[in-house]
């Protein structure tokens, strides 16, 4: 059987890394697809797409969510926070964070397909030698203007 205390430094602290770990991955990419959208309507002549972060804005904010209250109760009781919910509201976090997920992933296709329909009738290509699959998603990226889909070689 598990210990259900917790001391509240201990609680705080890895309440603490836990937000600014999970929160700056949730501030990043939620930054870089606004970041995307201003591109789109100031009618950048590059942009660039992160195909796999779209859904990330929507389908990680339950887990901050969760992450959040969780140690905002553990803190305050010094008890473990799913033992002070129990199981029904463990439950109810965990179907609120796969509802976020579904819903992210749902925002996400909407998203990509507004982008990409918005960049094509504005007369975007798509620029398949600037494109890339990287550790951070796969990056497509549309240009205005056919000359600046050039591949520049590193010096």
């Known amino acids: 059987m598990q210990q259900s ?11 603490s890394f836990l937000l ?13 697809v606004f970041e995307t959208y201003l591109h789109i309507k100031e009618s950048q002549e590059l942009v660039n797409i992160n195909v796999y972060a779209l859904w990330v804005p929507v389908g990680t904010f339950g887990l901050l969510l969760y992450v959040l209250c969780g140690a905002f ?3 305050k ?12 509201g463990t439950k109810f976090f965990n179907s609120f ?3 976020l997920v579904i819903v992210g992933l749902v925002v996400a296709i909407v998203l990509y397909n507004w982008m ?5 009738n504005n007369g975007y290509i798509y620029c398949k030698p600037l494109s890339r699959l990287s550790a951070m998603g796969r990056h497509e990226v ?12 590193r010096e």
């Open 5 to 15: 205390e917790i001391g509240k430094g201990k609680a705080l602290a890895l309440g």
């Open 20 to 32: 600014i770990l999970l929160g700056g991955f949730w501030w990043h990419l939620s930054a870089s």
């Open 73 to 75: 109760v553990t803190i």
């Open 77 to 88: 009781t010094g008890v473990k926070a799913n033992y002070v919910w129990g199981e029904k």
């Open 97 to 99: 964070a796969g509802v």
């Open 116 to 120: 990409t329909n918005t960049l094509e």
């Open 142 to 153: 549309y240009v205005s203007k056919p000359e600046l889909c050039v591949k520049r070689s």
